[in-house]
């Protein structure tokens, strides 16, 4: 059976899609940039995925990434602006301005609280992932985070989790589960460290990846099925 549990936060327990509109509407009013409409936001979302996975990769390093999708988003939607740095910061700090629940997350974590332990895994920015934890109530939940600033790596690397691993109780590790949304940083970092995956994937995305996964959840509520039918 199931001894731990790896959560992944953004977009499976908390949204950070909606986390990421609300700081980024808000960030255009704060620097007079005028309206940034919900298109524009879905524009910038998929520049922003485009880095992530180049970090990923390790192709680009995140204190690249942060600024450049930034001026890759205002060269695309043609606005002169030049301090992406001070726009970069208050956007980031502003993610935690405001909790966005997916689904029924935190109820789930915590009716599970004392059957398993529960840790947190994220490639956030720990400025902003640990206020977000705190706000949430995840943090009372949790019995650890592991955010990658603090790490000194990130997911899905090798190196990421055998830090996980080594600061969590010795367990078998098919005894360890990773819950996560993303193919490339959860699911592949989970069978790189030889651990159970399971997909969150509310939206019915095709595995186009080719990662192997155990288990495919649609709604975060399935994952007692997941738990109840292992071991």
Partial sequence: MFKII?????????????????????????FSLGECN????????????????????????????????FKEFFSTENIPFNRVKEFNEAYENGIADKIFFNENGL????SLKGKYLQYAVTNGSYSVQSVRLKKSGFEKLFDGAFISDSVGFEKPSKEYFSYVLSHIPPVDRGEVLIVGDSLTSDMLGGV??????????PQRNINSKGVKIDYEIFSLSEIYSVLENYG
């Fill in 38 to 69: 919900d298109e524009a936001v879905a524009r910038y979302n998929k520049i922003n995925i485009k880095y992530w996975e180049k970090l990923e990769k390790g192709e680009m390093a995140k204190s690249e990434i942060l600024e450049a999708r």
């Fill in 107 to 110: 109820e789930i974590v915590e």
């Fill in 192 to 201: 790189n460290a030889g651990i159970k995956c399971c997909w969150y994937n």
């Fill in 6 to 30: 790896l959560w992944d936060i953004d977009n499976t327990l908390l949204d950070f899609n909606s986390a990421e509109a609300y700081s980024l509407k808000r960030r255009f009013e704060e």
